[in-house]
């Protein structure tokens, strides 16, 4: 259901309208020297492997690196983005009460 | 005298007059599909067998039903479980997969009496693993209705071009990020994606369980109201499912359209500028008016990234773990399965806070109704290449959205050498009725929407 590679967003953001949601931090960041990629290790690439039943072959071990990347610059992103102490994330745990035996919604006991 | 192109209510009145039968309907759209509709790869799998039965079923009780949908055949992008019918998910690695259930949307427009003529090709996965080129699918790349050497969009690629080339009397589709505006854009058809809970996922694939809708891809607002209607409500088997009743006919009088900064210079997008003030000027003649507004700058589009990655791993671990994964067409899609298994779950709770932060954007409904912006700059992109490439100068969605569940309906506004271009009213959540009148007002004073495209 997305209809492009998320490794564009960048690109695609990069040709929008400024007034298009790109975060005034990415934006800044943009404006600043390019900072050097995060770095990926070969132990890295290795753990992600380990978690498969195959190994990836050498295009898609590269296709993985530069994944892997642009997990770490989304990390370093946001963590520049700062967002107010009390949010919380926008899903919340109801906790469901056992309902007494022969008891219908909202009877009282 | 109806077609392939007539519209649903056209088709109904055929069928209830006894101009033509059900079976006889079924049997136009199966000629039509299995020869267009592959020649385009717009098919995953075509379903005769059910199909005449449902038809048989339809024509039998035409008499006690005035359900709009009784007989009108239809197809179903391949990720609606389907009892007894492969739902490979367009995945290669899903060849064999074969439910016992059919999904609630399915369920219920049988109970409608729709009949299902094919499951609709679609994106492997629908792109959970961040696919480059149009072959992601193991339907082949999925063509254009109006250009074959033009992508087909996706992820319910075979839904808007079977759509387009009138091979179905309507489609289903799905989005988690612009999987059914996106083809119905770059096809000329109009889709709605309705807000996130009002049709129930249950028996759909999972990529994303927050970003998940369902939604109609018809050849005009007014079927994909008749669809929204058939398939909408709550489910209990969908804990997200909305209770709130649809009212897609609900009179709103004349709306207060929010305009968003455009980069049609930048993109160099004349023929996109041109439309979308022609747009404009049917609105506005109408008696609507417009207002500029700008979305609260936060980095939807990251937070989305990382829920997607964070989700579709979860939602699919045990096949990006097993030794089918490399049977996924698009090499990137390997790779990008396999990256999300390392998305921290620091990651994953950051995106989710800031989604409490983009609630900030349903600030905008209180100057405006909705929003009218271009789905994208320019008209579909090479069916050959990397997208990476390809989407430069396309613009696209970069705003909330998807992320706050807010409905949209995508339809024609124009052309671009011969293919079209779309645009998107976004309405506020559970307000689908925005969307359906000013698409329906739009489609009443143009004829975009009529127009066909030249192999049909």
């Known amino acids: 259901m997305q209809k492009i590679s998320r490794r564009d967003f960048g690109v695609r953001a990069a040709g929008v309208a400024a007034a298009l949601a790109v975060p005034s931090v990415l934006r800044a960041q943009a404006q600043t020297p390019a900072e050097p990629d995060p770095v990926v290790t070969d132990a890295e690439i290795d753990d992600v492997q380990k978690k498969l039943a195959k190994p990836l072959n050498e ?7 530069a994944d892997l990347v642009s997990q770490k610059k989304d990390t370093a992103a946001r963590l520049k983005v700062k967002l107010p102490e009390q949010s919380e994330p926008c899903f919340i745990f109801v906790s469901t009460p056992k309902k007494p035996a022969g008891k219908e919604d909202g009877e009282m006991s | 005298m109806i077609d392939c192109y007539s519209s649903i209510t ?20 199966i000629k039509r599909l299995s020869t267009l509709g592959k020649e385009y790869n717009s098919i995953a799998e075509m379903t005769e067998g059910i199909a005449y039965e449902q038809a048989a079923l339809a024509d039998h009780r035409m008499e006690d039903t005035k359900n709009p949908l009784n007989g009108i055949p239809y197809g179903a992008k391949d990720l609606y479980a389907t009892a007894g019918i492969p739902t490979r998910w367009g995945s290669p690695g899903h060849e064999d997969q074969v439910f016992d259930h059919d999904a609630t949307a399915i369920s219920k427009l049988r109970e409608a009496g729709a009949v299902l003529i094919a499951k609709l090709a679609m994106i492997e996965l629908a792109g959970g693993g961040n696919y480059d080129v149009a072959n992601a699918s193991i339907s082949g790349p999925g063509h254009c209705a109006w250009d074959k050497t033009l992508w087909a969009g996706g992820s319910s690629t075979g839904s808007g071009s079977a759509t387009a080339l009138g091979a179905v009397g309507f489609s289903l589709g799905s989005e988690t990020s612009g999987s059914i505006i996106c083809p119905s854009a770059f096809n000329g058809v109009t889709g709605l994606r309705p807000t996130y809970g009002r049709v129930s996922r249950y028996g759909c694939m999972a990529l994303c369980w927050t970003l998940d809708k369902l939604g109609p ?43 968003l900064k455009e980069a049609f210079d930048k993109n160099k997008a ?17 008696g609507h008016e417009t207002v500029d507004i700008a979305y609260p700058d936060l980095p939807y589009d990251m937070a989305t990234g990382i829920i997607v990655d964070a989700e579709g791993a979860s939602a699919h671990e045990h096949f990006v773990r097993s ?19 390392q998305r921290p779950a620091v990651d994953y709770l950051w995106a989710m806070r800031m989604r409490t932060e983009a609630l900030k954007a349903n600030a905008i409904w209180d100057k405006c109704d909705c929003v009218f912006t271009p789905v994208f700059y320019h008209k579909s992109v090479p069916i050959e290449g990397s997208f990476a490439k390809s989407f430069d100068n396309m613009g696209g969605a970069s705003g909330p959205e998807n992320l ?25 959540c559970t307000r689908e009725d925005i969307c359906y009148q000013l698409a329906l007002d739009f489609q009443r004073n143009s004829d975009f929407h009529t127009k066909r495209p030249v192999p049909a």
């Open chain 1, 59 to 65: 295009e898609a071990k590269k296709i993985l690196k």
């Open chain 2, 10 to 29: 056209e088709l109904s009145k055929a069928l209830r007059k006894k101009e033509i039968s059900s079976a006889e309907l079924t049997q136009m759209y």
């Open chain 2, 217 to 259: 891809i018809c050849r005009s607002a007014e079927d994909c109201g008749l669809v929204l209607d058939a398939i909408s409500g709550y489910d209990e088997k969908d804990p997200s499912s909305l209770r709130e009743k649809l009212n897609i006919r609900r009179k709103s009088g004349k709306m207060k359209i929010g305009l």
């Open chain 2, 270 to 286: 004349t023929e996109c500028e041109k439309a979308y003030h022609n747009a404009l000027d049917v609105f506005r003649k109408l």
């Open chain 2, 323 to 341: 030794d089918r994964l490399d049977k996924l067409v698009d090499i990137n899609q390997v790779a990008g399965m396999a990256a999300a298994l």
């Open chain 2, 404 to 428: 706050l569940g807010w409905p949209a309906c995508a339809f024609p506004i124009g052309f671009e050498e011969g293919a079209p271009l779309g645009a998107n009213i976004i309405a506020p």
